[in-house]
């Protein structure tokens, strides 16, 4: 089934070229069904090329979804071309009094950055607090998820003096849910962030699930509210091939003395090699089960009557 996207955004040709359906504004609203409505907040100083990443994934499933892209009015991105902002994006004031089925809240390039030094701190927290009206289900991504859990649950983060940089195995805490059919008992993912929280405090939180966590640290990667209603999520599925490459690269090219090459990322660790992708497969798994599962099976089919 499609994706719903305005015709003009710049992933819609990329995402054809792959093969995946999209469906014009036009025909979507000619059909007799109603799609699941889910809004990207999207706080990547890249923001075409994370369209597209999640877009990738939200598509390849058997739901039509229509999707919108929320953005910052308190801080504006200097990576982007504005026009590209005012013709796909909206402001929080702009949408406050709507509802949706499901949202994403990306990360942001935010390491060793308190939250109350975020430009847009407060304007975040005034979304997150109106997600729990107005969202039936929303997922927290990378420093979405490290803020969401500081704000909903309380949950301090902190900095490793290293980057957690590369792909890594992650274990299962609970196979048995929905989140993870299909999945092998260890999946691998890219991790990119120098964040974390820790395992004892959330395992201490009495409306947190630990679902996922690294093999080789004790650091939580997935979690979920024992209402289903948020999800924070550190690793990087949604992750291009190049993804990692183009980091690494980036901070080569500033001299950055912290830089290191990618874990399990390069073949036989040389960078002038192409990667593998080894986590497309889960990838796609947890953002199709979480949309099916968590989304479209227990929204209301009227998201105006009474609250989600």
Not at 31 to 42: A, G, M, S, T, Y
Not at 124 to 134: F, L, S
Not at 252 to 260: E, R, Y
Not at 268 to 295: A, C, H, M
Request: aromatic share 14%.
């Amino acid at each position: 089934m499609p994706i719903t996207i305005p015709d003009s955004l710049p992933a819609h040709k990329t995402l054809e070229d792959e093969n995946i359906f999209v469906m014009t504004e036009y025909r979507a609203t000619h059909q007799d069904i109603r799609p699941l409505k889910v809004l990207i907040l999207n706080l990547m100083p890249t923001k075409i090329t994370t369209e597209t990443q999640i877009l990738r994934k939200l598509s390849n499933t058997p739901l039509q979804v229509q999707v919108e892209f929320l953005r910052t009015a308190s801080y504006q991105p200097t990576h982007v071309d504005f026009s590209h902002l005012e013709q796909f994006y909206y402001t929080f004031d702009q949408i406050r009094d709507r509802r949706y089925d499901g949202m994403i809240i990306t990360g942001a390039p935010l390491d060793y950055v308190d939250y109350t030094d975020v430009a847009y701190w407060d304007e975040m927290c005034r979304i997150m607090e109106w997600t729990k009206k107005h969202v039936h289900c929303t997922f927290h991504l990378c420093w979405g998820a490290f803020a969401g859990l500081y704000y909903h649950h309380g949950i301090r983060k902190f900095d490793h003096d290293i980057k957690i940089f590369g792909v890594y195995p992650h274990k299962i805490y609970k196979p048995n849910s929905p989140l993870f059919r299909g999945f092998n008992d260890v999946f691998l993912a890219p991790q990119s962030r120098a964040t974390d929280v820790r395992l004892e405090d959330c395992l201490a939180c009495e409306k947190l699930e630990v679902l996922a966590t690294m093999m080789d640290m004790d650091s939580p990667v997935i979690m979920k509210t024992e209402d289903n209603r948020q999800f924070f999520v550190t690793c990087h599925m949604e992750y291009d091939w190049d993804t990692l490459k183009l980091e690494y690269e980036r901070d080569l090219a500033k001299g950055l003395d912290s830089v290191k090459l990618p874990y399990h990322y390069f073949p036989d660790d040389d960078p002038s090699r192409t990667p593998i992708v080894t986590w497309r497969s889960p990838g796609q798994l947890l953002y199709t089960n979480w949309l099916n599962y968590y989304v479209y099976q227990t929204t209301p089919y009227d998201l105006y009557k009474g609250e989600p």
